[in-house]
């Protein structure tokens, strides 16, 4: 065990203790799923960290090798669990990217809109979760109100709450549906009063301030070196967005700030989350503002499912299509490509070869919850085993995407 | 859907013209092919270089591709914070995989290193703590190799698995919990 932090005793305080060993985890309900962590502990201050992962690792790689290209959208649902949408367009992006294809206009603003959706639905979690940990148990509880709110409208657009599986190759799976838009601009209309809400419960309450302003602090140059990307890197003062930066899908037609913090603690990685709802809220709004009438998916046979299905019944073509695609998937050229979205957590990346059948030869998932598990390393200042449960928080790795 | 191919090849070709394989771009994103021996040095050339600024690793993944020869392959996707810019570099590598570790140029390569060394049995040199990330200690053979059987091989906590034994693959870089 080398790769790990000393952290430096306070000056000025002999303590006459005994170092500890202590086993975090995996069942503590601060690491926010399985991850174990061994402490080495002087007293309470935390000498030596070692997190152990894998409790929860269901070879999602390996899996994929054996299964096709559509098949495959369920399991990367079961990556960051909070935002299944994020990572089933991600995936997408990598293959259309293979076969060198765009969705239609219309589904690319679907797909964007539900991203930012599970965007704030993961982003809402944090913004509960961090003060639960820290002992202040009530905003988890208003923050699960307005997830409710989403969770309602992914499941009228889907038909699943949590793992929706809606982007396919080459589009969404069906289109929204009737009411849609009145019930999220009633969202939209009363979702911006809730942050404030949740402001108001959280930017005064002094011994959260306590816990986490100052705690757990990261450098630009650390943070980079140790790859963190999405909210925790910019709360470190790096402005980079891959939204903005290399845009995919329309999220060039759309107009968001980029949102940065300079503290690099754990009150600025929570406070990003909090503004970035702001913006997704504007990019919501502006989806439904400028959603475009056309098909939600592309008209290619040979790689989408026939539109009307009632086909199916009656066009021996359709039923061909239909059969082919269910049964042998669709085959992708030979290549390979690696494709990175801006996911909640950071940047989610896939890097498929194809060796031109219709099953990925390798798939990999650059998980971002995975690198940024590891800024528990990187981290100076966080001396008290209290803080290390701040950090960790504040860090919010998703266990699912960690072990993948 | 747009990387910018902009990266200045000229810089890399001048400095490692000979020895290293230019694949060209790939959906959009250029392909490097380093020799093992090689991966440091050119690593933290492009880092620190004025022009190429590659000072983010996004990801490092090993890749098998029995049974052909090389077999196994080191990828690494890196992106230039400055310049906006991604490049992919790989190594070849023979069987069994042997590659010097990064972990000096970038520290998040750790974790990613000690996934390749999980999955595919890909030995870092140099790697401060090549233990296994996913598996547990002590687990034989290496589960993303494409000779590796999708149920695992039959042992008394798998019942279900292959017959046949596990490769004989001593997992060297075991350690004691502290």
Excluded at chain 1, 119 to 125: E, F, T
Excluded at chain 1, 339 to 366: H, N, Q, T
Excluded at chain 1, 370 to 377: G, P, T
Aim: aromatic content about 10%; some cysteine.
């Amino acid at each position: 065990m080398t790769e790990v932090t000393e952290l430096a005793r306070p000056e000025g305080e002999a303590l006459n203790s005994k170092e500890v060993l202590l086993n975090l985890g995996p069942q503590h309900p601060s690491t926010h799923g399985v991850l174990r962590l061994v402490l080495e502990l002087d007293g309470e201050y935390v000498k030596r960290v070692d997190p152990h992962i894998g409790y929860l690792h269901r070879g999602t790689e390996k899996l994929a090798e054996s299964f096709t290209y559509t098949q495959i959208f369920p399991l990367t649902d079961r990556l960051d669990y909070l935002c299944p949408p994020s990572n089933n367009l991600a995936f997408a992006l990598a293959v259309e990217k293979l076969l060198g294809i765009k969705a239609p206009i219309r589904a690319q603003y679907i797909r964007v809109m539900m991203a930012e959706l599970a965007r704030i639905s993961g982003h809402l979690l944090i913004t509960g979760a961090l003060p639960m940990d820290l002992g202040a148990m009530t905003a988890l509880l208003y923050v699960m109100r307005e997830r409710e709110m989403i969770m309602d409208l992914l499941e009228m657009v889907t038909g699943a709450r949590m793992h929706t599986s809606f982007c396919r190759v080459g589009g969404v799976r069906e289109d929204l549906p009737d009411g849609f838009f009145p019930k999220i601009r009633e969202f939209c209309d009363i979702f911006p009063n809730r942050i404030r809400d949740y402001e108001r419960l959280l930017e005064d309450n002094r011994v959260f301030l306590k816990r986490t302003q100052g705690i757990g602090v990261l450098t630009a140059e650390d943070a980079i070196d140790l790859g963190l990307s999405g909210p925790n890197l910019r709360a470190s003062g790096v402005d980079w967005d891959i939204r903005r930066d290399e845009p995919y899908e329309i999220y060039d037609r759309l107009d968001f700030k980029v949102i940065t913090r300079a503290e690099g603690d754990c009150y600025a990685r929570w406070r990003c989350r909090v503004d970035e709802m702001r913006e997704s809220m504007r990019i919501i709004e502006q989806c439904i503002d400028q959603m475009p009438e056309g098909g939600f998916q592309i008209d290619m046979p040979t790689i989408a499912f026939p539109v009307d299905k009632e086909r199916v019944h009656c066009s021996m073509e359709a039923l061909i299509q239909h059969f082919d695609l269910s049964a042998y998937g669709f085959s992708v050229p030979k290549g390979e490509v690696y494709s990175a979205i801006e996911a909640p957590k950071g940047e989610l990346g896939f890097y498929i070869i194809s060796d031109g059948s219709p099953k990925p030869f390798r798939m990999k998932v650059r998980a971002p919850s995975f690198v940024n598990l590891q800024a528990v390393f990187g981290v100076t200042n966080a001396r008290y085993l209290a803080d290390m449960i701040a950090v960790l928080g504040s860090l919010d790795p998703v266990m699912a995407e960690v072990d993948k | 859907m747009s990387v910018e191919p902009s990266l200045n090849r000229a810089p890399i070709l001048e400095r490692f013209g000979e020895t290293i394989e230019d694949l060209g771009t790939a959906h959009d994103m250029d392909v490097f092919v380093v020799p093992p021996e090689k991966i440091v040095e050119f690593c933290r050339f492009l880092k620190d270089h004025p022009e190429l600024k590659f000072n983010f690793l996004s990801d490092i993944c090993g890749v098998d591709h029995y049974p052909e020869t090389p077999r196994f392959e080191a990828v690494y996707h890196l992106y230039s914070l400055p310049n906006r810019c991604r490049v992919r570099i790989k190594c070849r590598l023979g069987d069994p995989p042997e590659v010097p570790s990064v972990t000096g140029v970038w520290r998040t390569a750790n974790w990613h290193e000690r996934e390749a060394w999980d999955m595919y049995g890909i030995r870092f040199q140099g790697h401060p703590d090549l233990r296994r990330i996913y598996m547990w200690e002590g687990f034989e053979g290496f589960p993303q190799r494409k000779d590796f059987p999708l149920r695992g091989y039959k042992d008394k906590l798998n019942p279900f698995g292959a017959e046949g034994p596990p490769p004989t693959q001593p997992d060297l870089a075991t350690r004691d919990i502290p």
